[in-house]
C-alpha cells in the first residue's frame, strides 16, 4: 500500500486546489467583467464596455460600473449606456447554470450617447435607410404635366377603367339579348290574329271553342315572348344601375385629380407628399425609438442570447437541458428597476420576469413607466409586455405622453433648407401590437404651441420654410410596421396641404400655364372615354324605351281584345237559348 | 522539454513500467477531455496521491491536448449521441437536477464524449504504454547501452556532472 500512496501528493494536491481557488476567487471580478462582456458582445454583435465590477458573497450579488453597449449601426455612440446595473444573483440555480436575478437595480441608463472611440462591430446590422439621406429638390425643374400625369395615380382613369369594364361586361350580352327580342313582324303578326279571332261571327259552340283553344295557344307564345322581353330588361336594368354610377364618376373625377394635382404641378410631387418625413422624420423617429426601446433593443438581445444558446460550435460541445424539476429557465430576471436619465430627469421603469423562456415560466415579461409631473412633462405613462416563442415575439405596448416640453431642437440641416424646433409642447399616445415578430401600431404626435425657426435656399425651400414658421400645431401620424430590430415607421400630417396651398398662393406664370394645361388633359381624356360610353348608354336607353313599348303592346293583346270578343258571344249564345225557351 | 528529459530518466531508471503506463494513461483522460470540470479535480487528486508518474503524465496530457483539438467533434458526437439516447434520459434528468450532476457536467455533449471515448481508449493504451516501456527496457535500453560512444559518455566527467545536477 505504502508503494501506491504518494502522500506528500496529496499535500501537493491541496496545496494546487487552494492556489486556484485563491486565483479565482481574487481575480473574480474579472473574470465576471470578461463573463458579462464576452455574453452582452454575443447577445448585441458589437463591443460592451464595462468600467469597474464588485462583488458580494452574501448576500451573492454583482454590480457592474460604467456599462457601454455600442450601438452595431453606429458604432460612434452606445445603443444604451448605464452608471450602475447591480444584480442580486440565486446561488444554486447557478450551479445548473441557470441565472436567477431576484432583483436587478439600473440606473442612469441613457440611450443613443456618444462613445469616446468607435466600438467594434462584430455582426452586422441589416441595412437600413435614413430618413435625413433625403435631400429636397429644386424647384426651378419643375415637372411636365405629363410627367405628373404619368407619375399620379388619377382617379380619371381609374375611373375611365372601370367604367369600360362595366360597359364590356354587360354589352355583350345585351346586345345579344335585344338580336333576339320577337320582330316587329311577329308582333303585328299576333296582332292580326287576335284581331281575327275577336272579329270572327261564330255560328255555333263548336267553332267558338276551336277559337278559344286558338287563343290560348296564341296567348302561351305571346306570353313565352313577354319573358323574353322581361329578361332583356332585367338585363338592362341590371346593366344602367352597374354604369350608371360610374359614369357619374367619370364625370366628376378630372375635378377631382385637377384639385389633388394643381399643388404638384406648381411645387414638386417627392417634395411634397414627402415633406413630414423629410422635416420632422428623423427627430419623430428618434421619438419613437425612445418609446419602442422595450422592444426595440431589449426583446432582440434576449432572442440571441437564445440563438446563442442553439448555436455552437459543434467542435465545441453544447449543453443539453433535461427536464429538471426545478422547472426554473436559463435566465430570469424577476424584478427590475431600471432609471432613465433624459434631461436632467429620471424616468423610473418597473419590469417584471424578464426571460427569454416565457413557455418555461408561464408569463410575459411586463413592464411599465409611470411618471407624475415633472419639469419637463405633464405625465408619462406607458405599459407593454412581451412573449418571446419558438415562433417569433408576442408584445403589445401603449403610451401615453402629454405635454412634454421641447425646446432648440434642430430638425433639418441640408443645403436647401434647415429648420429648428424653437419651442413647442409634444403629447403623444399610441399603440403597437406585435405577433410573431410582425409590428403593426399606429400613434398621434401633436405638437402645439409651436415656434420654428426655418430657411429656404431655393423658391420651394423658401416656400416650405415659410409655412414650417408660421405653423403653430401640427399633428403627425405614425405607422408603425416591419419586423422587431427593423421597425419601418412612416409619418403623415395636414402639413403637406399647408404647404399645397401656399404654393398655389404664390404661383407665377410658367405654373399657371401648367394648371391650365393640366385642366385641359384630364379634360379631353374624360371626353375622350366618356365619348363612347355615353352614346352607348344612350343607346341601352333608346333599346328601353322600345322595349317598354312592345310590352305594353303585348300586354294589351292578351288582357283586353280576346276578352271582350269572347264575352259578346257568350251574350249572343245566352239571347239566343232564352229565346228558344221562352219563344221570345 | 524537461518533462521529456526526466521520462527518459524514469524509462531508464528503475522505475515501475505501471507507474509510466498510468501516467501516460490518466495524462490522455486529461488532455482529451476539458480541463474545467470536477473529474479534472479527480484526476488531477487521483495523480497526486498515488504514485502516478508525473513526467508521463505531463507529457501525455500535453500531447493529448493536441489530439483533443482535431478529435473535438468526433467526442462531441459521441456525447451527443449519448446524451440523446431515449432510453438514457431518464437517468441524465435525474442526474441533471442534483449538485453532484451539475457539477460533473456530462450534460455536456463535449465533456461526456471526450471523457468516454478517453475511458474507452485507457486499458488499450494502459497496457500498451506498459509493454511499451517494458520493451524498451529489454531492447532498446540494453542495445544503447552496448553502443560505445554512449559507454564513453558515461563515462565522462561531464555527465557525471549532468546526472548530479538532475537530481
Not at chain 1, 190 to 214: C, F, W
Request: with cysteine.
Amino acid at each position: 500500500m505504502k508503494n501506491i500512496i504518494r502522500w506528500p501528493g496529496l499535500i501537493a494536491f491541496f496545496v494546487v486546489v487552494g492556489l486556484i481557488s485563491a486565483l479565482v476567487i481574487l481575480f473574480l471580478d474579472f473574470w465576471i467583467k470578461l463573463a458579462a462582456q464576452k455574453g452582452l458582445e454575443a447577445a448585441t454583435g458589437a463591443e460592451v464596455n464595462i468600467s469597474q465590477v464588485e462583488h458580494t458573497f452574501s448576500p451573492f450579488g454583482v454590480s457592474f460600473i460604467g456599462v457601454q453597449l455600442t450601438d452595431p449601426k453606429s458604432p460612434s455612440t452606445n445603443q444604451l449606456e448605464a452608471q450602475v446595473i447591480s444584480a442580486n444573483i440565486e446561488l444554486s440555480p447557478l450551479l445548473l447554470r441557470k441565472v436567477i436575478i431576484d432583483q436587478l437595480t439600473m440606473t442612469g441608463v441613457q440611450f443613443g450617447t456618444t462613445r469616446n472611440s468607435a466600438g467594434q462591430v462584430y455582426r452586422q446590422p441589416d441595412d437600413s435607410e435614413s430618413v435625413s439621406s433625403s435631400l429636397f429638390p429644386d424647384a426651378k425643374d419643375l415637372p411636365s404635366v405629363d410627367e405628373v400625369l404619368a407619375k399620379s395615380p388619377l382617379k380619371t382613369t381609374k375611373a375611365i377603367e372601370t367604367t369600360q369594364q362595366a360597359y364590356e361586361q354587360h354589352k355583350d350580352k345585351l346586345s345579344e339579348q335585344y338580336a333576339n327580342l320577337p320582330s316587329k313582324d311577329k308582333l303585328s303578326d299576333y296582332k292580326k290574329r287576335i284581331e281575327v279571332l275577336s272579329k270572327t261571327d261564330y255560328k255555333n259552340p263548336a267553332d267558338l271553342l276551336a277559337a278559344k283553344e286558338e287563343f290560348e295557344k296564341l296567348k302561351q307564345e305571346i306570353k313565352a315572348d313577354k319573358a323574353v322581353f322581361n329578361e332583356f330588361k332585367e338585363s338592362l336594368q341590371t346593366a344602367k344601375q352597374d354604369l350608371g354610377p360610374k359614369l357619374a364618376q367619370l364625370k366628376a373625377a378630372p375635378g377631382q385629380d385637377y384639385e389633388q394635382l394643381k399643388s404638384l404641378v406648381a411645387g414638386d410631387a417627392g417634395a411634397i407628399s414627402d415633406v413630414t418625413t423629410m422635416v420632422f422624420g428623423e427627430t419623430a423617429g428618434e421619438w419613437s425609438g425612445y418609446a419602442l426601446a422595450a422592444l426595440d433593443i431589449l426583446a432582440p438581445m434576449l432572442k440571441n442570447k437564445e440563438q446563442q444558446q442553439q448555436e455552437v460550435v459543434i467542435a465545441e460541445g453544447r449543453w443539453i437541458s433535461f427536464g429538471d424539476t426545478s422547472g426554473l429557465p436559463e435566465l430570469w430576471i424577476k424584478q427590475a428597476d431600471i432609471s432613465l436619465s433624459w434631461q436632467q430627469e429620471q424616468i423610473l421603469s418597473t419590469w417584471q420576469d424578464i426571460t427569454y423562456q416565457h413557455d418555461i415560466i408561464g408569463r410575459p415579461t411586463v413592464f411599465k413607466v409611470d411618471s407624475s409631473a415633472s419639469s419637463l412633462w405633464q405625465s408619462l405613462k406607458l405599459n407593454g409586455d412581451f412573449w418571446l416563442k419558438d415562433s417569433g415575439i408576442n408584445a403589445q405596448q401603449k403610451w401615453q405622453l402629454a405635454g412634454l416640453k421641447l425646446q432648440d431642437i434642430s430638425l433639418v440641416e441640408q443645403d436647401k433648407l434647415s429648420s429648428k424646433l424653437l419651442k413647442g409642447l409634444l403629447s403623444s399616445n399610441g399603440e403597437i401590437k406585435v405577433n410573431q415578430n410582425a409590428v403593426s401600431g399606429d400613434a398621434a404626435i401633436n405638437l402645439a404651441e409651436l415656434a420654428m425657426q426655418a430657411t429656404g435656399e431655393n423658391k420651394l425651400t423658401r416656400i416650405i420654410a415659410q409655412t414650417l414658421n408660421q405653423m403653430q400645431q401640427l399633428q403627425i401620424n405614425t405607422n408603425v410596421a416591419g419586423a422587431i430590430g427593423d421597425l419601418d415607421l412612416s409619418f403623415s400630417s395636414d402639413l403637406n396641404k399647408q404647404l399645397g396651398s401656399a404654393l398655389l398662393a404664390n404661383i407665377g406664370k410658367e405654373e399657371q400655364g401648367k394648371l391650365d394645361e393640366l385642366k385641359q388633359k384630364l379634360d379631353s381624356q374624360m371626353q375622350g372615354a366618356l365619348g363612347t360610353q355615353d352614346s352607348q348608354y344612350s343607346e341601352w336607353l333608346d333599346w328601353e324605351k322600345l322595349v317598354d313599348g312592345d310590352m305594353n303592346s303585348l300586354e294589351d293583346m292578351l288582357n283586353a281584345k280576346m276578352t271582350g270578343a269572347l264575352d259578346k258571344k257568350k251574350d249572343e249564345l245566352k239571347d239566343k237559348l232564352k229565346g228558344k225557351l221562352f219563344g221570345n | 522539454m524537461g518533462a521529456i528529459v526526466k521520462l527518459l530518466k524514469a524509462l531508464n531508471s528503475d522505475a515501475s513500467p505501471w507507474q509510466l503506463a498510468w501516467g501516460f494513461t490518466l495524462g490522455m483522460v486529461m488532455g482529451l477531455t476539458p480541463m474545467l470540470g470536477l473529474h479534472s479535480v479527480i484526476l488531477l487528486f487521483v495523480v497526486l496521491f498515488f504514485r502516478v508518474n508525473l513526467s508521463a503524465f505531463l507529457l501525455a496530457w500535453a500531447l493529448f491536448s493536441l489530439f483533443a483539438l482535431a478529435l473535438g467533434s468526433v467526442m462531441a458526437g459521441v456525447g451527443e449521441s449519448i446524451l440523446s439516447n431515449q432510453s438514457l434520459v431518464p437517468f441524465w434528468t435525474q442526474l441533471y437536477s442534483t449538485t453532484l450532476g451539475q457539477l460533473s457536467q456530462f450534460y455536456h455533449t463535449l465533456t461526456l464524449g471526450s471523457l468516454v471515448f478517453s475511458l474507452i481508449c485507457s486499458p488499450v493504451l494502459l497496457i500498451a504504454s506498459k509493454i511499451l516501456v517494458v520493451q524498451y527496457r529489454a531492447k532498446v535500453m540494453v542495445w544503447v547501452n552496448k553502443i560505445k560512444l554512449v559507454q564513453f559518455i558515461k563515462g565522462t566527467n561531464f555527465y557525471r556532472l549532468y546526472q548530479a545536477l538532475g537530481e
